[in-house]
């Protein structure tokens, strides 16, 4: 028991230390850069200080985030109000979060070393793509919960379990009213797998169960709205949060086009993504031509048509909008997972000498550096 507990710590120093290798190289928030001159980001960081001296997101200072971002970047502030050094330190956690869950993601599927050996790989083609940009965004901040509810759910289609446990869907909808409560555009993915699962069980006839699960679904939401009911509450800036960030956000951000239109440039801005970041749309597309079209990862179709069901739930609900700003692609990044454990499975099975070299690294950074 306590060698399995020193081996969970050892991974995550590990992913600490690949987080802050490639956080540090990449972020302007790092102590590297003289300063972060992203418009967004000094947004962010001037709320989080304003939250620090009394003054109240939404009432006080407007911007349309989640209150959440703001309270990630007033933990920034508390270390220092000078810089955004808090808020790289932060990025460093974040980021070694994300490597945790992708690696029990790959040892899903594949030994222990070569899970290993795909964290730097994936961690150089999340950082080197334009999406991550400055450093310190929304979905940057976002992606531990989604690599955390992936590997749930990739875990699931890899068990024996017939029906998802009222733990799995707690633990999906804190990670959901979290990002909700960061921004909520990227809530596709959970819509999407509450939605097929509901219709799984119903499927099987478990009636009671499908209703319950969505109600434990939404009870793990409502538990991440607790503390900003009690804060706007408290700071009588309940209504000033609903309207900027609920209201201001639906009615007036979006581009006012039809519908049709819209969803023609879902397609066109994600395809034009992926040719425009090889890097990162090879693996991507080989992952989804693996997962969908043999059984290398699964070979149930439920499992196929859900988790493609989660990832194009997630483009609709960030792209649909109309806008799409380089940062917005940066939440779809961990379902590259799926082409690096295919191209694991590849080298343990083929043995290549070539990935034995020394010279395997160097090989992949030349491929996704900029």
């Keep these: 028991m306590k060698q399995k507990k020193m081996g969970k710590i050892w991974l995550y120093l590990l992913c600490l230390l690949i987080a802050f290798l490639f956080i540090t190289i990449a972020s302007q928030n790092s102590f590297l850069y003289p300063l972060n001159d992203w418009v967004d980001g000094n947004c962010f960081f001037t709320i989080g200080r304003g939250m620090l001296h009394g003054m109240v997101p939404y009432r006080d200072l407007f911007d349309q985030k989640g209150p959440l971002l703001y309270f990630i970047y007033m933990l920034g502030a508390l270390f220092t109000e000078k810089n955004m050094l808090g808020v790289y330190f932060l990025e460093v956690i974040s980021f070694s979060i994300f490597l945790y869950f992708a690696y029990r993601t790959c040892r899903l599927f594949l030994e222990e070393k070569m899970s290993g050996f795909l964290l730097p790989i994936l961690s150089m083609m999340i950082?080197?793509?334009?999406?991550?940009?400055?450093?310190?965004?929304?979905?940057?901040?976002?992606?531990?919960?989604?690599?955390g509810s992936l590997y749930s759910l990739l875990k699931f289609w890899k068990g024996k379990e017939e029906i998802p446990s009222y733990r799995m869907l707690l633990l999906n909808g804190l990670s959901a009213g979290c990002v909700f409560f960061i921004k909520y555009t990227m809530l596709g993915f959970w819509f999407a797998l509450m939605m097929c699962f509901f219709f799984l069980m119903i499927g099987k006839r478990e009636y009671k169960r499908a209703i319950l699960s969505c109600l434990v679904f939404l009870g793990g939401m409502l538990l991440t709205l607790l503390p900003w009911l009690f804060y706007f509450s408290m700071t009588g800036a309940w209504k000033d949060f609903f309207e900027t960030y609920l209201i201001f956000n639906i009615k007036y951000y979006p581009n006012l086009e039809p519908w049709y239109l819209r969803i023609l440039g879902v397609i066109n801005k994600t395809s034009s993504f992926l040719i425009k970041n090889l890097g990162y749309g090879i693996p991507?597309?080989?992952?989804?031509?693996?997962?969908?079209?043999?059984?290398?990862?699964?070979?149930?179709?439920?499992?196929?048509?859900?988790?493609?069901?989660?990832?194009?739930?997630?483009?609709?609900?960030?792209?649909?909008?109309?806008?799409?700003?380089?940062?917005?692609?940066?939440?779809?990044?961990?379902?590259?997972?799926?082409?690096?454990?295919?191209?694991?499975?590849?080298?343990?099975?083929?043995?290549k000498p070539f990935f034995r070299k020394k010279s395997t690294y160097t090989f992949f950074f030349f491929f996704w550096w900029r």
């Design 284 to 351: 991507l597309i080989i992952g989804m031509v693996s997962l969908l079209f043999t059984k290398d990862l699964y070979d149930r179709r439920q499992a196929k048509g859900m988790i493609l069901t989660c990832f194009l739930f997630l483009i609709f609900f960030v792209l649909i909008g109309g806008k799409g700003y380089r940062y917005y692609y940066l939440i779809f990044t961990p379902f590259a997972i799926l082409g690096l454990i295919c191209l694991g499975k590849w080298i343990s099975e083929n043995h």
């Design 127 to 147: 950082v080197t793509l334009p999406a991550f940009t400055h450093g310190g965004s929304a979905e940057e901040f976002c992606l531990p919960f989604l690599m």
